[in-house]
């Protein structure tokens, strides 16, 4: 295997296995919310009290779940790994910082942080926010919300990943439907540049499987491993 750079682009399957739901499975968060009243601006601007709930109780289960085999694996190939890594996640929790991942960006922000409305200022935050909460920065209560990507927001970083796509030779997803965009359209944008492998991790094929070349179909606990082995067996 010829030595390049590794992209991965991760979603809410890596993180199933640790007791965090899925989105759009039949058991996954948008099966008992809608995503209209949690995950838009609009949704939020309408019932802020409805939307910090929701993510105080996914922030107060960050406390109880750990990283499993699948992002310890991926920590393990960025270690090992020649060339240059980079892994994309759409996940607001921090699974893969805690399994070891160093080079990361969320896309859709972070549960543990919490940004001010008002001055822009981005901090973390581990307890319940609410509307009476104040910013550490301008002072100001009644201005901080999650520091997550909602629908019809810009998601973060896009400068950085664009370029990294535009470099890379391996792009992996993992654990991801391929329904939400811009990251469903990463896949298109890499196999455009010819010799670029790109590889689907997966429970079963995603909306966007026709499009990778290569998928294993398995829990993310056993495939990413497995995937890790093989490349790196591969040197
Ligand atoms: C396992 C497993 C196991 C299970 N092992 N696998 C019409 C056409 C095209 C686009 C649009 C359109 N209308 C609107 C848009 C844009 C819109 C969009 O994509 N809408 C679609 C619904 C059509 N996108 C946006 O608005 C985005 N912004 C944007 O486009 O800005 C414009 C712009 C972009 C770029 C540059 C300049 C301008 C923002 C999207 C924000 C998404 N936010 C959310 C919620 C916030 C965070 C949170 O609360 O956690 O992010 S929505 C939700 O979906 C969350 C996720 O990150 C995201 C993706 O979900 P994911 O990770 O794929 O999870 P699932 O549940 O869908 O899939 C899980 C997968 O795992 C499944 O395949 C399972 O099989 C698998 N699995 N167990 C392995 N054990």
New binding site residues.
Partial sequence: MTIGNIIVLS????S??SGLA????SD?EWSRVR?EDV?TPEGYRRDPARVHAFYNARRQQLGQVKPNAAHFALARLEESWPGQMLVVT???DDLHERAGTKALIHM??ELNKARCDLCGSIAPWSGDLNQQSHCGDCRQAGHLRPH????????LE?GRISKALNQCHLFVAV???G?????AGFVSQVRSRPGTRTVEL???P?EGASLFAEANYG??SEVVPAFVDHLLNSL
Avoid: C
């Fill in positions: 979603g809410a399957g890596i199933q296995e899925t989105f759009r499975d996954g995503l995950a759409q996940n607001i859709h922000g997550v990507v909602w629908f019809g927001e810009i998601p896009m654990g991801t439907s329904n939400v965009y811009p990251a997966n429970l079963l995603s829990p993310a």
